[in-house]
T-cell receptor
Framework: SAVISQKPSRDICQRGTSLTIQCQVDSQVTMMFWYRQQPGQSLTLIATANQGSEATYESGFVIDKFPISRPNLTFSTLTVSNMSPEDSSIYLC???????????FGEGSWLTVV | AQSVAQPEDQVNVAEGNPLTVKCTYSVSGNPYLFWYVQYPNRGLQFLLKYITGDNLVKGSYGFEAEFNKSQTSFHLKKPSALVSDSALYFCAVRPYTGFQKLVFGTGTRLLVSP
């Protein structure tokens, strides 16, 4: 398995500001993913972060709004830029780990934009 | 395109009774199938997965799931429900090969009454 730590766990942010979420994994992983879970909704993939290359964004998500860094095999950040109330969500980091290709999730970062 | 359907928004069951949470999927090729649980104010916890082999998969907390290829289903089951099983359950799928992206169902809320 993998232990995934996310910071911050919760935050209340002002409209128009940006917030960077950190994801730390206890082992080296090739692929890291960022998901969004809007209130009462399912999870939607934002982007895939591979070390040494640009992140790959899903339809509807752009780098200017959600810039991602992946400086090494155990760490990634997701920035939510110029936030609006519609960005109030849980943002979850996930990784593929173990011999069985299991995908594990962090506890999430719960953002409220006011 | 991949898709997952969880036809029930909510499942109610009395403690001690068996429970089933339904999931059907659509994916080209052979699927990897996953169940996750989300307790209130928590991230996603991995419950179990089907990759290949025995159609009945056993996972955490006494849960199991049965893969049925002909019906493209992967229903989650437990012989005897506990009040502490009350949570939000997500089914997810990804192709057997290629990209590791998970596609999630809309989630099913399980309520176990004492």
């Amino acid at each position: 398995s993998a232990v995934i730590s996310q910071k911050p766990s919760r935050d209340i942010c002002q409209r128009g500001t940006s917030l960077t979420i950190q994801c730390q994994v206890d082992s080296q992983v090739t692929m890291m993913f960022w998901y969004r879970q809007q209130p009462g909704q399912s999870l939607t993939l934002i982007a895939t972060a591979n070390q040494g290359s640009e992140a790959t964004y899903e339809s509807g998500f752009v780098i200017d709004k959600f810039p991602i860094s992946r400086p090494n095999l155990t760490f990634s950040t997701l920035t939510v830029s110029n936030m609006s109330p519609e960005d109030s969500s849980i943002y979850l980091c996930s990784v593929v780990a173990g011999s069985g290709n299991t995908i594990y999730f962090g506890e999430g970062s719960w953002l409220t934009v006011v | 395109a991949q898709s997952v359907a969880q036809p029930e928004d909510q499942v109610n069951v009395a403690e001690g009774n068996p429970l089933t949470v339904k999931c059907t999927y659509s994916v080209s090729g052979n699927p990897y199938l996953f169940w996750y649980v989300q307790y209130p104010n928590r991230g996603l916890q991995f419950l179990l997965k089907y990759i290949t082999g025995d159609n009945l998969v056993k996972g955490s907390y006494g849960f199991e799931a049965e893969f049925n290829k002909s019906q493209t289903s992967f229903h989650l089951k437990k012989p005897s429900a506990l009040v502490s099983d009350s949570a939000l359950y997500f089914c997810a799928v990804r192709p057997y090969t290629g990209f590791q992206k998970l596609v999630f169902g809309t989630g099913t809320r399980l309520l176990v009454s004492p």
